[in-house]
């Protein structure tokens, strides 16, 4: 998974915020590794998803032709956005590795509109610093600094080895971040909140893992 990192980082003696920091400013602008087709996992896949909730089940059973991600905040032209329209956009594949916190990970293809591109249509602000994404589940939410929304691995994922993004990996709609831990690519994504300051959301601490004693930037 990750590559040679320097002894430096793993210094039990660093504070937790200066591990993210030093971190940060040695990953910014690397790639997280892609695979070959033929290293892509074979099912079944280890995933635990808890019953979704009916406002789910309602959209799954008209086969999320009515699914919607709104994306406000610090933009010029608020939008709200169907799964026909992300997928008339340039879409993306990559394959890379979902890695959980708890130990286990697969290769997957992933497929969708990079996020940068979303960005783009509705006219980000320069001052911008933070995308906070939501699920539908309302236990899920993260954000991530414009390094990473504006990385071209970040997606608002659709598709997965070819097919649509089963429900069981996010699917409709995932924010799919290669280059942090499982946690933070969101399954079902309803909304993007554009921000300067995170102080706003939940606890004011970036997102609902910082809550419950995970780290915010879980970067591998
Ligand atoms: N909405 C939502 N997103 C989620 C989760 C979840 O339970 N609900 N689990 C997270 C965790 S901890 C991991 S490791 C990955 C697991 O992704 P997978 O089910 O595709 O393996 O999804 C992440 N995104
Ligand atoms: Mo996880």
């Not at 939501?134 to 990473?148: G, H, L, R, T, Y």
Request: proline share 8%; hydrophobic share 40%.
């Amino acid at each position: 998974m990750a590559a040679t990192i320097h002894p430096f980082l793993y210094n039990p003696a660093l504070p937790a915020a200066a591990l993210g920091t030093s971190q940060r400013l040695l990953t910014r602008h690397s790639l997280a590794r892609e695979f070959h087709s033929s290293q892509i996992s074979k099912p079944p896949l280890a995933n635990e998803i808890p019953p979704l909730n009916d406002a789910f089940k309602r959209l799954q059973a008209g086969g999320f032709a009515d699914w919607r991600v709104s994306v406000n905040g610090m933009v010029d032209r608020p939008a709200s956005f169907s799964l026909a329209q992300l997928k008339s956009y340039p879409s993306r594949s990559q394959i890379t590795q979902l890695a959980c916190e708890e130990g286990w990970s697969y290769i997957a293809e992933w497929i969708g509109v990079p996020l940068s591109h979303v960005l783009d249509v509705v006219g980000m602000h320069p001052q911008a610093r933070y995308v906070v994404y939501f699920s539908i589940d309302p236990d899920w939410w993260e954000s991530i600094d414009m390094a990473d929304a504006l990385h071209p691995q970040t997606f608002l994922a659709f598709g997965m080895n070819g097919n649509e993004l089963p429900v069981g990996n996010g699917g409709p709609l995932r924010l799919r971040l290669p280059r942090q831990l499982g946690y933070k690519s969101v399954k079902f994504i309803t909304r993007l909140t554009v921000t300067d300051s995170l102080k706003g959301f939940g606890k004011g601490l970036g997102s609902a893992s910082p809550e419950g004693g995970y780290a915010w930037y879980a970067g591998i």
